[in-house]
């Protein structure tokens, strides 16, 4: 038998990001409110979800990629649907630069890989790898911590 997790499980997975603290130690909530971000599931199912999940934590200009954000198996814009293959993030990273976005971040079809680009000073966006990201959270925990942001036991 199929039980499929209803809108209950989902807010119950939002107040559980919310309790650990996710949030930027430094973006003030304006500052979240004016972040453009760009995001794309690659034809899979992140769409709306992730959508709802930044919105939840402020982040309110958060813009799908047209082409992507309906499910469709046959992945029709990409070759492979990888968040972390630079082929992959370009139509993503177009639509940020249409949209003059601040990062742009994409997640693979069943939506537990991330992709993520980012805006730099001279206008140029960089993409991060894996161990890019992986690093960037890491120090993000040892700041949370620091600040007294973050207790032992959720470590």
């Not at 997790?5 to 130690?25: E, H, M, N, R």
């Not at 968040?83 to 639509?95: C, G, I, N, Q, Y």
């Not at 730099?120 to 990201?133: A, D, P, S, T």
Request: glycine share 8%; charged share 25%.
């Amino acid at each position: 038998m199929v039980k499929f997790a209803g809108k209950d499980c989902f807010t119950s997975y939002k107040k559980d990001l919310s309790k650990a603290g996710i949030l930027s130690i430094s973006l003030k909530p304006k500052d979240r409110t004016a972040l453009k971000i760009v995001y794309s599931p690659l034809h899979g199912t992140g769409g709306k979800s992730m959508q709802e999940l930044l919105n939840s934590f402020g982040y309110k200009n958060v813009f799908l990629v047209p082409e992507q954000k309906d499910p469709n198996g046959e992945f029709p814009t990409v070759k492979y649907p990888n968040p972390e293959e630079a082929e992959a993030m370009e139509l993503s990273k177009k639509f940020a630069i249409q949209k003059n976005a601040h990062a742009f971040i994409a997640t693979d079809p069943d939506a537990d890989r991330l992709g993520i680009g980012v805006k730099k000073r001279n206008g140029e966006y960089v993409l991060f790898n894996g161990n890019q990201i992986g690093s960037i959270m890491a120090a993000y925990l040892c700041e949370a911590y620091s600040a007294g942001k973050k207790r032992k036991r959720q470590f």
